[in-house]
């Protein structure tokens, strides 16, 4: 293989590929970007066996081939090279040459032969949706996914199709956050399980542009997502994902709107008093016009009150305050509503058009 | 005590009294800063027993009193209030109230009585200096002290005036940096070694000012800086420190002059191919009116050429990469002149005026 290609171009695509090679593997050869010069494009591609990427690069293709060089070696040696072109040239040995300018790096790399490339993917109906969208659903819902792999389903969102509409939703046995939006068309429907941490991923490669649309395409075992150069395929989640409309209730005895900064801010000051490993709740105190809000820890204590609208009951709630500033830091609205019917049932946060429901289960707590 | 104080004013405040706060201590009272408030002034003051600071803050005095609060919480609490002006309020038992806006924090403090405060210094001559160029100095030449405690000496610098010249070196059994600045006065020799580890405190401190003066007094056992409304203070190191001037040759058998930008980008280069644990040389090879630069390695090799102005003898010699990277980083000269001997003795980095010299002896290698 020979190619020349620009420096900055290889740069971004390395910083796609990247998202996919595992920091540390047992199999060596995950931890390279396969570099392939073919049919008049150059493409690198990385897989850690859930999430596989492709991205195709500018360049000149002196001679056709392929080899799988180590990602981070690579990636370092191209982001310090002195010149703005860059060729990169392997012998029958893999032994990669990587000149710019005056350097010239001998790397020796591994043939493409073990490589796990990325299976070949059905294209049925695709799905079309702005990057802008996604990004900001997956940033909106993935930060109440499970870290515990034992649940496996919790660890993964689903993503569920009916007619115009997309839903993703998260769940961790402690709240549930979903979002949805109204598609341009019409498709048949879809329910799925994605990796949480493939979404993450993905959403970090999205340049999230208004007008720059995603295909997305789904199979039984795999999700690909399609944009400018670059495919990214996530493996799915198997099983079927918690039945949540029986969760959701439209009931509630109070019902509070809020200024989201202010509630926001008072949060994030009662979280100072609270050590790492500690379980603190915050008590709520909601009478009148007013939200009071009260720490007590081993640190000391602090209380700050804001003026609110409310119809309903008055009531005395505990949250564990992380969960209130996780789901207050992805709403965008000024305003917000917010439901409660006893101490002791979840409280929602969510907008009349229900784009988005966030669902916290309140903590015990003494007074 | 009763004091209002507004918030930015309190952060700077905090900012400096921070550095001489140790993180984890056996002695809880080394976590906190000393708030005193009294003789019309609101001091801060922090101590972890090798650095003591003292700074002022401004802001009102309704009672005067003394607490030694937390430093870590005390910081996060001030950082997040919401309000401009702050009220920090104690009462007989050093229950600590920090109001602003709607927010209120109580938090337990202690008493100042164990807290070690400063020694008083006896003021005799006072060496003054700018900001800026102490602030240089201590960048200049810090990175080249040891962090073995068994050597307690090279932990340190040496700080010496003679005269009206200001000397600062450091060293490491690999390497020495020296910087020599010429003060406005002339003043009775000193000669002591100040722990490395204050001085980067203290550089980090120094607003950098050029017209900013930092007044030194030097006693038996502290080093006292003394700037705007802060004090710091500093042990000093006891014992002897090394005599270099034995170590410093005028000879050479090869001298370079170099660009300093190109140098530093080439070994720097080199270094993308050793993983952290390995010690590989950079093998330079100085001929004609070139200078290549080799590396080799378990990842790779690669090699660099640049143009150079030599007088003298070709030479082939080795060294550790990280070791010149260190001293080109802090030199600002563009052009630098480099001095050899053999491959076996130390290289000299230094200008005509020699305000800074930077020795770095070679290490072996195979070819």
Redesign the interface.
Known sequence: MNIICNKSKLIEGINIALKAVPTKSTMAILECIVLEAGEGKIRFISNDLELGIETIIEGQIKEEGSVAI?AK?FS??IR???SDEVTIHTDDNYMVTISG????????AKSTEEFPYLPDILKNQSIVISQFTLKDMIRQTVFSISDNENTKIMTGELFEVKGNQLKLVSLDGHRISIRRVFLKESYDDISVIIPGKTLIEISKILNGGMEDEVKIYITDKHALFEFEDTVVLTRLIEGEYYKIDKMLSSDYETKLVVNKREMF??I??TT??IKESEKKPVIIDIKDDSMRFTMNSA????????SINKEGKDILIGFNPRFLIDALRVIDDEEITIYMINPKAPCFIKDKEETYIYLILPVNFNV
Not at 101 to 108: L, N, R, T, V
Not at 299 to 306: P, V
């Open positions: 180590h070696v370092e040696i310090k090279l002195p300018g005056k350097a010239k790096f001998h790397i020796s801010d008072c994030d000051r100072l008093l640190i000391g204590s602090m209380d700050e009150e804001i």
